[in-house]
């Protein structure tokens, strides 16, 4: 099946530093991305739509100065998390659909995110 | 989104079936009843869709009510990797929609 993957799977930094998260489609082209955040013992909450060439669209309540997305590719989409603080501290994960198929999101690994 | 419903835990023994519910009585013409799963700390995990009819999968099956209002996954033979949180999703079948995620149901498997 499809295959979408996330790096880094897990990653610890400092309050006030900026973390980078990437998530590429390996073996299909996805013009649209999807960024969900896991906070424990919690449901996925869906972050934004990351949309290839153009800007992502953000879900209310969502800062989109603090989390940037950048799609710039069929097979790339970036997650910053700007000026991290402990309370971003989750379980970020992406997904994306095959266009010609319908129905199926494919999901990465996730990537943990811990910011002391 | 239309909303679901389902139980917050279930529990069932290995090698038996599990039948897995989930209510959708808001539930609009359009929209797909989607399944996936989540391992702890793993992304999830599709497991099946489907609009009106039964569906059937190496995975599972979807049974589908006729007033479309509710929906049963069945897991044919559940074995101790079938424990994770199944969630039972609405929307479209394509296009450009994320998918809104509820709390789903537990499902812990006895050995």
């Known amino acids: 099946g499809a295959v979408v993957s996330q790096h880094p799977s897990w990653v610890i930094c400092k309050s006030g530093t900026s973390v980078k998260i990437e998530c590429r489609s390996l073996?299909?082209?996805?013009?649209?991305m999807f960024w969900y955040r896991q906070f424990p013992k919690q449901s996925l909450m869906l972050m934004a739509t990351s949309n290839e060439g153009s800007k992502a669209t953000y879900e209310q309540g969502v800062e989109k100065d603090k989390f940037l997305i950048n799609h710039a590719s069929l097979t790339l989409s970036t997650l910053t998390v700007t000026s991290a603080h402990p309370e971003d501290s989750s379980f970020y994960i992406c997904?994306?659909?095959?266009?010609?198929?319908?129905?199926?999101?494919?999901f990465g690994e996730g990537s943990r995110l811990t910011v002391l | 989104d239309a909303k679901t419903t389902q139980p917050n835990s279930m529990e069932s023994n290995e090698e038996e079936p599990v039948h897995l519910p989930c209510n959708h009585s808001t539930i609009s013409g359009t929209d797909y009843i989607h399944w996936y799963r989540q391992l702890p700390s793993q992304g999830p995990e599709y497991v099946i869709h489907?609009?009106?009819s039964n569906v059937n999968n190496r995975m599972a099956s979807l049974a589908i009510a006729e007033d479309r209002k509710s929906s049963t996954l069945i897991l044919h033979r559940a074995t101790l990797r079938d424990a994770a949180v199944y969630y039972c999703i609405l929307g479209s079948g394509g296009g450009a929609d994320g998918l809104t995620f509820g709390k789903g149901t537990h499902l812990i498997i006895q050995p």
């Open positions: 073996d299909f082209q996805a013009t649209t």
């Open positions: 997904s994306a659909r095959i266009p010609t198929f319908s129905g199926e999101l494919f």
């Open positions: 489907g609009l009106t």
